[in-house]
């Protein structure tokens, strides 16, 4: 599986599309991406952690065993584009006990890196779990009021996006 994930810059792909094949078509090949989230090479462990969340999406099943990937090294990453992978991932899983509380800390972390897409996403996940763990909206609320007042449109796009969302859910 590795072979598939390595070469190209950080933008490539490397050829990330046959190693989803193969894991679709040989689900317990999950494990080995999983252990390759953890990878030394950073953009192996990204192009790892990229299939692991679109898999997530049509079989949580399969990846629901591996999930606290997102919650180890992924969280310290230096690069944007691993800690975008881990926040855009956390709320995808059902979270309980210490794992639910690590994985709410790690989004409020992210609140405050410095690159925009991944604030961004922090707050969309702390959204999500803002609706189930209503202690959060005063914190979701505050960044929401923050993103509003930047001078980034990303981050003024998407916290119009998590209103409109927060406002339409069912009270």
């Known amino acids: 599986m590795r072979p ?3 070469g190209g810059d950080r933008r490539s792909l490397a050829r990330a599309d046959q190693a989803r094949l193969v894991v679709e078509d040989n689900p317990a090949r999950i494990a080995e991406l999983a252990e390759l ?3 030394g090479d950073w953009r192996v462990s990204l192009r790892a952690l990229d299939l692991l969340e679109k898999l997530v999406h049509e079989h949580v099943e399969w990846i629901e065993p591996y999930k606290r990937v997102f919650l180890g090294s992924c969280t310290r990453s ?3 584009e691993v800690r975008l992978q881990m926040v855009r991932a956390l709320p995808l899983f059902k979270w309980t006990g210490r794992d639910a509380a690590r994985a709410k800390a790690i989004l409020l972390e992210n609140l405050t890196y410095p690159q925009a897409f991944v ?3 922090a707050l969309d996940s702390l959204a999500t779990f803002a609706v189930k763990d209503g202690r959060l909206m005063p914190a ?3 960044h929401l009021e923050e993103f509003e007042k930047t001078g980034s449109k990303a981050l003024q796009a998407r916290a119009r996006r998590i209103r409109q969302r927060l406002a339409a859910r069912p009270e």
């Open 4 to 6: 598939l994930l390595t």
């Open 37 to 39: 989230a953890e990878d």
């Open 78 to 80: 230096d690069k944007w």
């Open 119 to 121: 604030k961004a996403w």
């Open 140 to 142: 979701v609320r505050a």
